[in-house]
């Protein structure tokens, strides 16, 4: 079973920052934090990871809060193209689950006009 | 580089035939994950394989099965379907099976 909490939907306006949250609470000290986004009828995307420090790339930045038991993945200027499934999901890599993600149910993010 | 292919991206079977669908890795990628999408159970993870061996195995049953080629491609095979294999069937490339993994598009089984 995922180990993560999302809301199953959100709306964002087109141009502002989008913040999915994502509960872990039960999240382990070896287990990272990772999000993918999946855009309708297409497989999953990587967007960005991070195991207890703040973590931004191109697409994305990750808050994890310093008791690590939740997250916030923050699109900092949404557009209609951001409008996907957002995956929050918690692993540990290691020899039993390499290659292997554990789904939840999402956040069906909708950024409007 | 090019990305994750699969093929063929659609098919019909038809109950108790089986059926074989194939995953071209990004190159110089050595594992190769099998998920099935459908709309009641969501993304669930079938296998694994690296370097020709399957590393991990998902809870599904013994019709579902793989195998990965010397190149890294891998097919999964599905015998005597049923109607509730009918799903999107992705496969995801990785370096060694951590970190990022990269999705191809799908190939959507329909079981009529």
């Known amino acids: 079973d995922a180990k993560t909490t999302q809301p199953p939907s959100m709306d964002c306006a087109e141009g502002r920052a989008a913040n999915l949250p994502c509960n872990h609470s039960?999240?382990?000290?070896?287990?990272?934090v990772y999000w993918y986004r999946q855009i309708h009828s297409q497989g999953p995307q990587y967007i960005i990871h991070?195991?207890?420090n703040n973590e931004t790339n191109e697409m994305a930045s990750l808050i994890i809060t310093e008791d690590r038991k939740s997250s916030t993945l923050i699109l900092p200027h949404a557009t209609l193209r951001d409008t996907a499934v957002y995956y929050c999901?918690?692993?540990?890599?290691?020899?039993?689950?390499?290659?292997?993600?554990?789904f939840g149910q999402g956040t069906t993010l909708q950024v409007k006009p | 580089k090019a990305g994750v292919t699969q093929t063929p991206r659609y098919l019909i079977k038809t109950r108790g035939q089986q059926v074989t669908l194939s995953c071209s890795p990004i190159?110089?990628?050595?594992?190769v994950s099998w998920y099935q999408q459908t709309p009641g159970q969501g993304l669930q993870f079938l296998f694994e394989?690296?370097?020709?061996?399957?590393?991990n195995k998902g809870n599904f049953p013994g019709r579902f099965s793989g195998r990965q080629f010397s190149n890294s491609r891998s097919e999964m095979n599905v015998s005597t379907l049923e109607l509730g294999d009918s799903a999107l069937y992705l496969c995801?490339?990785?370096?060694?099976?951590?970190?990022?993994?990269?999705f191809g598009p799908g190939t959507r089984l329909t079981v009529l």
């Open positions: 394989y690296f370097s020709e061996t399957q590393r």
């Open positions: 991070g195991l207890k």
């Open positions: 995801a490339s990785s370096f060694q099976g951590d970190n990022e993994q990269f």
């Open positions: 039960t999240i382990s000290g070896n287990e990272y």
């Open positions: 190159s110089g990628h050595r594992s």
């Open positions: 999901i918690v692993r540990v890599v290691s020899s039993s689950n390499t290659g292997k993600l554990i």
